[in-house]
C-alpha cells in the first residue's frame, strides 16, 4: 500500500509558476514509476506526466511539453511537478500516481494508488 499527498496548488496569473509535490509514505518509493494527472471540471482525468522509477526517463503529453518539467527524490520519497509559463486551459485538479509496473505508463486505469488531488486555478 501507497499513501500519497498532493500539495503546492493555488490561484496563479497566466505566465505565472507553480510546483506540484506529491509526498509518498509506505512501501518503497523507488518501485514505483510516478505520474501527475489533471482533471478539469466536466472532463475526464487526463495524463500530464510521468517518470521512471529511477527518474532517468519522463513523459509530457504535448500540450505541457517545454513548460512542466516532472522529477522525483527517492531519499525523500516524494514526485515533483514545476509548472512554468501557466495558461487558463491548465486550470484542474492535479492528482499524482503511483504505478507498480516496471514500464512508465501513461492511462489512467493502470496506475494502482492515488492522492487526493491539488487545485491549480490559471486566471487570465
Known amino acids: 500500500q501507497v499513501q500519497l499527498v498532493e500539495s503546492g496548488g493555488g490561484l496563479v496569473q497566466a505566465g505565472g509558476s507553480l510546483r506540484l509535490s506529491c509526498a509518498a509514505s509506505g512501501r518503497a518509493f523507488s518501485n514505483y514509476g510516478m505520474g501527475w494527472f489533471r482533471q478539469a471540471p466536466g472532463k475526464e482525468r487526463e495524463f500530464v506526466s510521468a517518470i521512471s522509477r529511477s527518474g532517468g526517463s519522463t513523459y509530457y503529453t504535448d500540450s505541457v511539453k517545454g513548460r512542466f518539467t516532472i522529477s522525483r527524490d527517492n531519499a525523500k520519497n516524494t514526485v515533483y511537478l514545476q509548472m512554468n509559463s501557466l495558461r487558463p486551459e491548465d486550470t484542474a485538479v492535479y492528482y499524482c500516481?503511483?504505478?507498480?509496473?516496471?514500464?512508465?505508463?501513461?492511462?489512467?486505469?493502470?496506475?494502482?494508488?492515488w492522492g487526493q488531488g491539488t487545485q491549480v486555478t490559471v486566471s487570465s
Open positions: 500516481a503511483a504505478d507498480r509496473a516496471v514500464l512508465v505508463r501513461t492511462t489512467v486505469a493502470t496506475y494502482d494508488y
